[in-house]
């Protein structure tokens, strides 16, 4: 694993000294580095960085930043952001390169991946089911034209994340949908579908709408 010398030197950086205190000004010197989350257990961080003109995330145990794994994607497709859902256990999002959108345009989908790189697969979207078919799970995720978004990591709720669903065949008059989603399998429960077209839903601290 090659890594550009800037990187390995803010890498550096945060092992030798008071990581807890220095991070973000060390990573903030790195115009490569888009953004960094710790583990909710400190134990892994997760920086979002872009190399060679695409997105992709990294994982480190930490404080003593040995790498654990990466994270990216073939063709177009790039991280967006991510979330750490539980100490082992991240969510991302999925972007793809558009020369006609700064940013990339968000494709909807929902991919999960352990801290050490196992366990990978789409949990949400057009590709979750296609993913899931050669896998071992054996509640099969429905491929689902929609896009999903997080409204809620559920922190009393290690296994789940609260999203928000819309479905691309309804264009801007769908209903906006909310389920837990269990990022280790891709399930969904307690759905909850808004009254009236575009309507927020908003959820409180246990993640009741």
């Not at 969904?188 to 309507?199: G, I």
Request: with cysteine; glycine share 8%; hydrophobic share 40%.
């Amino acid at each position: 694993m090659k890594w550009p010398g800037i990187f390995l030197c803010v890498l550096s950086l945060l092992a030798t000294r008071d990581a807890q205190t220095s991070i973000i000004e060390d990573l903030a010197r790195n115009a490569e580095i888009l953004s960094a989350k710790i583990s909710p257990q400190g134990d892994y961080l997760g920086v979002l960085r872009i190399a060679d003109d695409k997105r992709s995330l990294v994982i480190f145990s930490f404080p003593g930043m040995k790498f654990s794994s990466q994270l990216s994607f073939p063709d177009r497709d790039e991280v967006g952001n991510f979330w750490w859902v539980n100490d082992e256990r991240i969510v991302a999002s999925v972007i793809q390169q558009s020369a006609y959108l700064e940013g990339g345009r968000s494709t909807g989908e929902l991919f999960g991946m352990n801290a050490d790189g196992k366990k990978k697969q789409y949990l949400f979207g057009y590709r979750a089911g296609i993913n899931n078919r050669s896998s071992r799970i054996r509640e099969k995720i429905e491929t689902e034209y929609a896009s999903a978004t997080i409204m809620d990591r559920l922190p009393a709720h290690p296994n789940e994340m609260l999203v928000g669903i819309r479905q691309w065949t309804s264009g801007f008059s769908s209903h906006v949908e909310s389920d837990w989603l269990d990022v280790y399998s891709g399930r969904r429960s307690n759905k909850v579908l808004a009254a009236t077209p575009n309507a927020q839903l908003v959820a409180d601290k246990d993640g009741e709408i």
